[in-house]
């Protein structure tokens, strides 16, 4: 175990050399993982040694904080009885697992996320004595294999991490040809993780033909008859605050027929695209603050009242910090968006949702408001 001690402690400063700092996305995204490493199998011989071994994993983001997939490796798992008595003094297995597994992401989309994971699946393998001689036979033997564990995760670009980690496996009692306990095996490994497809657009983009900038308030769109009611915010008198009057009478500007917020008349039209401005975010966060709610009110009334609308919701940063972690916030704060208007019951089947990064600047990023410029929220109306 002296051996494995020692691997798990070189992993961590490989880990703490390698990391770079880059937040990745995994929900609805597929990963491969390659890994490579050691184990000691725990028998019912006496004496435990070193084997090598390797796996691949396919799994898939259910959601940032839990993925499921399946594991497939192959591991020598060696063994020696001293003094021999009545059985071979040395043994190693040929093993093949496979396993469906489960992750739990502890820290998801940060820059050191820790997991677990625990499985079950079935374990081929082959005897082998000292003398390369197969125990019984050379066929394939079966055992259950109940794999379980901990590891943690370091995005290294957008799309690639460094991984290490240290399970157990617990199989049946007859892998070591001998009729004891249970028999198991620990292992540590470390390899990569890549992420599968694009990182930074879920669905088409929809290149717009204008652009409107919107400073509070923002678009709401009403040319049908009065069938569709919208929701529309007024000010207090008394504390200058916007409340949302929830009568669906919306002030109509009787010659264009146009819904009107607070006498500003800005029509959402499809192929333009609308910039959200006060719609703002945690420093390095994609949690929305409460000074947000106002805006996003006034889209959400945009969407009620424009059902035949659908927009794709584009995030935009700054240049600070590194660019795939740029663009990595800006889909998470894209999508953070479309989760509130979902939750207000708008449906999810007309928003999709991009993330830009600090690509498509709309201002310098020398100054603190160039940079609160570029740091936007944008609805894009599909043709």
């Not at 308030?217 to 009065?226: A, R, S, Y």
């Not at 919306?250 to 192929?271: A, C, F, S, W, Y």
């Not at 719609?279 to 009110?297: Q, R, V, Y």
């Amino acid at each position: 175990m002296k051996q494995l001690r020692t691997a798990l402690l070189l992993l961590l400063f490989l880990t703490i050399s390698i990391g770079t700092g880059m937040a990745q996305n995994r929900e609805g995204k597929w990963t491969l993982g390659l890994r490579g490493g050691i184990n000691t199998w725990n028998s019912d011989y006496n004496q435990h040694m070193v084997g090598d071994g390797g796996a691949i994993m396919l799994g898939y983001g259910i959601t940032d904080w839990f993925s499921a997939g399946a594991l497939a490796g192959y591991e020598e798992l060696k063994a020696q009885q001293n003094p021999s008595g009545a059985t071979d003094g040395y043994l190693k297995l040929q093993a093949i697992p496979v396993a469906m597994v489960g992750y739990i992401h502890i820290l998801p989309n940060s820059m050191f996320d820790p997991y677990v994971y625990a499985g079950l699946g079935a374990m081929l393998y082959k005897r082998v004595n000292g003398d390369n001689v197969y125990i019984p036979n050379s066929k394939f033997n079966t055992t259950v294999l109940i794999p379980m564990g901990i590891g943690f995760e370091v995005p290294m670009t957008g799309n690639l991490s460094f991984v290490a980690d240290a399970g157990y496996r617990v199989t049946d009692a007859y892998t070591d040809y001998i009729a004891g306990g249970l028999d198991s095996y620990a292992t540590a490994k470390v390899g990569i993780d890549i992420r599968l497809g694009s990182d930074h657009v879920d669905e088409e983009t929809v290149v717009p033909t204008n652009t409107v900038y919107v400073d509070r308030p923002v678009v709401v769109q009403k040319t049908d008859t009065v069938t569709n009611t919208v929701y529309v915010p007024k000010t207090d008198t008394v504390t200058n605050t916007v409340v949302i009057d929830r009568t669906p009478v919306p002030p109509r500007d009787t010659i264009t027929n146009t819904v009107l917020v607070n006498n500003n008349p800005i029509v959402l039209e499809k192929g333009k695209t609308v910039v959200l401005k006060g719609i703002s975010f945690e420093t390095g966060k994609a949690t929305l603050t409460i000074d947000s709610k106002d805006i996003l009110l006034l889209a959400y009334n945009a969407m009620v009242a424009s059902p035949d609308i659908n927009v794709l919701i584009v995030g935009h940063t700054d240049n600070v910090g590194q660019r795939d972690y740029n663009r990595d916030l800006s889909v998470r704060r894209a999508k953070a968006v479309k989760e509130w208007m979902i939750n207000e019951g708008i449906a999810s089947s007309r928003m999709t949702t991009s993330g830009r990064g600090m690509d498509e600047p709309v201002d310098v990023n020398s100054t603190s408001e160039g940079r609160a410029n570029n740091r936007r929220i944008e609805f894009r109306v599909k043709d």
